[in-house]
């Protein structure tokens, strides 16, 4: 071995033999998803709340939303925004407009007034697809959008008529105004009743998708990801045989990641299309809703937050029977070691013999990078890369790559990677970086490390960092490192709070649920741990233990709200706790 991961590749001796060969596909998402189903249309493609379309009433549906659209002049190369909730409209237009050859700029509700409109604009959409109750919501920011045709959706299309009926008499619809540019769904599905659009040919780097970017850093930034990004997702867990899955068509994927994010479109939503999967679409991003529908339906795979899926650990009912759960699968956060231990050991007991599987990507690189497979789940670590990909750290000052087991910046080689930021080079040149082989490493931002096995770990974003008074750097997933050892720490956030000098930090604990011990007691013991492993100035200055940690609609914690709580900490003062307001 050369002691580069880039060169050595050692993930590969654990994949099946020619994984890395195999030729990738060279179809658009919509192709390749109909090929892969030609022969299956009587099977259940989508549920969603009891109705169960068929692959066969998918594709009918998606040729009238693509005749619709071009009944409205949409062609191939445009860009047509869709804001809806994980519908079955909302997948319908994606792969309508992927028929035609235009891109769905995929829009969240809930990224700001100024960016929604400055989307729209930038994109040059001339047409929206909305949900009616973000519409209500939304009304005056979208009077303000230069389109000419707003495509109002509510949510009870698809339902059975029976649930249909209910919702209707229970008056659940928003009221929308009626306007001349304004088209209700069922008369923009009769204008394109008498249309017929051929399907659209593969051209290598056409756009698919733009999804957005968190904006946790900084402004949201539209993410262009072309048919590749999809296809070449699907073709690598298929070469990798990441997934034991039967040939028989029965297992259910719950798809509760919205469908404007990366993962809920692609990791969730189309690799359920491309393996034998049912869809199962749940519109409300919500813990709660989530757990009823865990319950309630029965899915074979589940892909959430650990937030959620520890929700689901402290909510269950006696005698709950999760023996259906196959593919428990965590993403989006840090998952510590002792939390997996546990929630492995919760599915057991309520009769799974699914393990957490884990993975780590980023909207930039399709959405999954690496993953563990389902009978190799290495504890800690993301899994490894999966094939066709290459994962390494590097020295980001000297870009050097670096040996195993040093921690540098994780950067990555993808046949799924974006096409770039939408109109914006200047970010584009700078996420892309040119390694002296001349291949193209997209910088992630994460800093971790790859073992010597080709497990990817994953500690903390680049910025995820405070200077001290004194200049030092103190990286706050460090502090959580050490704060997630003690027996009674479920999970915590370290934050920074800006001083005079500098800035210094807090914690914010959250305790396992069984945990009897007295509080003060766990906050003395956890500072002595920090004051042993970090320099005094990583030590945090106060402490503060929460029933829960809020959880933002893209599913990540918020802890911006968390770095402006000043109030209401405590620190061991001898044989006492103060209380300490900064």
């Excluded at 050097?400 to 930021?421: A, S």
Aim: glycine share 8%; with cysteine; charged share 25%.
């Amino acid at each position: 071995m050369t002691g580069k991961p880039s060169v050595d590749k050692p993930w590969l001796k654990y994949y099946p033999e020619g994984a890395e060969k195999k030729p990738l596909p060279k179809m658009t998402a919509y192709q390749h998803v109909h090929k892969r189903n030609e022969d299956y249309m009587g099977g259940v493609a989508l549920e969603y709340y009891g109705a169960k379309i068929t692959y066969a009433t998918f594709f009918e549906k998606i040729d009238a939303v693509a005749n619709s659209f071009a009944a409205l002049g949409v062609k191939r190369g445009d860009n047509v925004t869709i804001m809806l909730p994980n519908t079955p409209e909302a997948v319908y237009c994606f792969f309508a407009l992927n028929k035609i050859g235009a891109c769905a700029n995929m829009l969240s509700p809930i990224l700001t007034h100024e960016h929604i409109i400055g989307s729209i604009g930038l994109t040059g959409t001339k047409i929206l697809v909305i949900l009616d109750k973000f519409y209500a919501m939304l009304g005056e920011v979208i009077e303000k959008a230069e389109v000419n045709h707003v495509v109002v959706v509510p949510p009870t299309v698809s339902l059975p008529p029976i649930k249909r009926l209910l919702a209707a008499l229970k008056g659940s619809g928003a009221k929308v105004p009626s306007r001349e540019r304004i088209i209700d769904f069922k008369a923009f599905i009769k204008a394109g009743k008498t249309g017929n659009v051929p399907t659209a040919g593969y051209a290598e780097k056409t756009p698919a998708a733009i999804v957005y970017s968190s904006g946790s850093t900084g402004a949201a930034k539209g993410i262009v990801l072309p048919n590749e990004a999809f296809v070449n997702l699907a073709a690598q867990f298929e070469a990798q045989n990441a997934l034991n899955l039967n040939n028989e068509r029965t297992e259910k994927s719950l798809v509760t990641v919205p469908l404007f994010f990366s993962t809920g479109i692609n990791a969730a939503l189309y690799i359920a299309l491309c393996f034998k999967i049912t869809a199962d679409l749940e519109p409300v991003f919500d813990p709660v809703i989530y757990i009823k529908r865990i319950i309630k339906n029965k899915p074979n795979i589940t892909l959430a937050s650990p937030s959620f899926l520890v929700r689901l650990m402290e909510s269950t009912a006696e005698g709950l029977n999760l023996s259906f759960m196959k593919y428990p699968t965590a993403g989006g956060e840090a998952l510590p070691e002792d939390l997996e231990v546990r929630l492995n050991h919760f599915f057991a007991q309520h009769g799974s013999q699914g393990r957490i599987m884990k993975g780590w990507g980023m909207c930039e690189f399709g959405s999954v990078v690496t993953n563990s497979t389902w009978n190799d789940n290495a504890r800690k670590g993301t899994g490894r890369p999966l094939s066709h990909v290459i994962v390494s750290a590097f020295d980001p000052d000297t870009d050097e790559e670096l040996t195993y087991n040093e921690r540098g910046e994780i950067r990555v080689i993808t046949p799924c990677r974006m096409l770039g930021y939408y109109k914006n080079p200047e970010a584009t040149a700078e996420f892309f970086r040119e390694g002296k082989d001349g291949q193209i490493w997209g910088c992630s931002g994460d800093v971790g490390y790859i073992d010597e096995e080709g497990n990817v770990f994953i500690e903390g974003r680049a910025n995820d960092f405070i200077l001290s008074g004194d200049g030092n750097k103190i990286w706050l997933f460090d502090i959580e490192n050490v704060l997630l050892e003690d027996e009674a720490v479920q999970l915590c956030e370290a934050v920074g709070l800006d001083d005079t000098d500098g800035q210094f930090p807090v914690a914010h604990l959250v305790l396992k649920q069984n945990c009897t011990e007295n509080p003060e007691d766990i906050i003395r013991r956890v500072n002595e741990k920090c004051a042993a492993s970090l320099s005094p100035s990583a030590v945090p200055k106060g402490y503060k233990i929460r029933d829960a940690f809020d959880v933002l609609p893209s599913g990540k914690r918020d802890t911006l709200t968390l770095s402006n709580e000043r109030n209401g900490f405590l620190f061991p003062d001898g044989d006492t706790l103060r209380e300490v307001n900064f």
